[in-house]
């Protein structure tokens, strides 16, 4: 298998991990996946980071795309740089959003919004590696805080509207 074949099938079964996640805990819970694929998927993610060709070619958002294809709603991609020592404000979350630490860690200290929840659902509190994802539905508070720089590729999705194309390509990558 060539090496742009093996970064596709990794790209898939990256994909599907969280397409996975997405379907059992839309609406239920936050939580955390660690996709196979990691290897290869977030290596080329960061080295997308920062490149500034046609919106059309790049890795980000084609990511984002994918994905929301998958699970039938716009993905909107964004870099995000955790600077050293940073500790954000909890920022309520308003629609479905995945959380993939590029390089460096982060920990996401999560609270339910409100009491719509089922039974057992309650704040979260993990350090996310670089590979690991965090699914964070809509009507949870997330603060973040690093000790060390950290890059992630914050996915943000939301219903698509009727003739809607399926990722935000206008998105700051």
């Given at each position: 298998?060539?090496t742009?074949s093996?970064?596709?099938?990794?790209?898939e079964t990256?994909?599907?991990d969280?397409?996975w996640?997405f379907t059992t805990?839309?609406?239920?819970?936050?939580?955390?996946?660690?996709?196979r694929?990691e290897?290869?998927v977030?290596?080329?993610?960061?080295?997308?980071h920062?490149?500034?060709?046609?919106a059309?070619?790049?890795l980000?958002l084609?990511f984002?795309e994918?994905?929301?294809?998958?699970?039938?709603?716009?993905t909107?991609?964004?870099?995000?740089?955790?600077?050293a020592?940073?500790s954000?404000?909890?920022t309520p979350?308003?629609?479905?959003?995945?959380?993939?630490?590029?390089?460096?860690?982060v920990e996401?200290?999560?609270?339910p919004?409100?009491?719509?929840?089922?039974?057992?659902?309650?704040?979260?509190?993990?350090?996310?590696?670089?590979?690991e994802?965090?699914?964070?539905?809509?009507?949870f508070?997330?603060?973040?805080?690093t000790?060390?720089?950290?890059?992630?590729?914050e996915l943000?999705?939301s219903?698509r509207?009727?003739?809607q194309?399926?990722?935000d390509?206008?998105?700051?990558v």
């Amino acid at each position: 298998m060539d090496t742009a074949s093996a970064f596709e099938a990794d790209l898939e079964t990256f994909l599907t991990d969280m397409v996975w996640t997405f379907t059992t805990h839309c609406g239920r819970s936050a939580a955390v996946v660690w996709p196979r694929g990691e290897d290869t998927v977030v290596p080329a993610l960061i080295a997308a980071h920062g490149q500034h060709g046609p919106a059309r070619r790049h890795l980000a958002l084609d990511f984002a795309e994918r994905l929301g294809t998958l699970v039938d709603h716009r993905t909107r991609a964004r870099y995000r740089t955790v600077a050293a020592g940073d500790s954000t404000e909890g920022t309520p979350v308003a629609a479905d959003t995945f959380l993939l630490p590029l390089r460096g860690a982060v920990e996401a200290r999560l609270t339910p919004l409100g009491t719509d929840w089922p039974a057992g659902v309650c704040g979260l509190r993990h350090r996310l590696r670089a590979g690991e994802v965090l699914f964070l539905p809509a009507g949870f508070n997330c603060a973040l805080s690093t000790r060390s720089q950290a890059l992630v590729l914050e996915l943000t999705l939301s219903r698509r509207e009727p003739d809607q194309v399926a990722t935000d390509r206008g998105s700051p990558v």
